[in-house]
Nanobody, 123 residues
């Protein structure tokens, strides 16, 4: 089992920045590919970004590429999501997720999920 706890969400004006953190406990964190997903009201959960267990590979949704940066610190069992140039359409609950094996954007293939943290971007 892997337990994931997100933090860092909040209210920010358009153009601002936030940094989300996801702290993991349980099984060896470094064995897992980590991802961030988000879900806006009335919409399906969507892929945002993912990072390989080593940190050497990262993947981004087109909508956030160039604005968001994912990183991880395996010594601290933590993955981060730096969000810059935020837009109102980035408003959503952001979820951290973990899976063994290679990259996928498919949320159904992730094994563990956090409870989510709300990000609200005002215009």
């Amino acid at each position: 089992q892997v337990q994931l706890v997100e933090s860092g969400g909040g209210l920010v004006q358009a153009g601002g920045s936030l940094r989300l953190s996801c702290a993991a406990s349980g099984r060896t964190f470094s064995n897992y590919l980590m991802g961030w997903f988000r879900q806006a009201p009335g919409k399906e959960r969507e892929f945002v970004t993912a990072i390989a267990w080593s940190g050497s590979g990262t993947w981004y949704a087109n909508s956030v590429n160039g604005r968001f940066t994912i990183s991880r610190d395996n010594a601290k069992n933590t993955v981060y999501l730096q969000m810059n140039s935020l837009k109102p359409e980035d408003t959503a609950v952001y979820y951290c997720a973990a899976k063994r094996g290679g990259y996928t954007w498919n949320s159904a293939l992730y094994d563990y999920w956090g409870q989510g943290t709300q990000v609200t971007v005002s215009s």
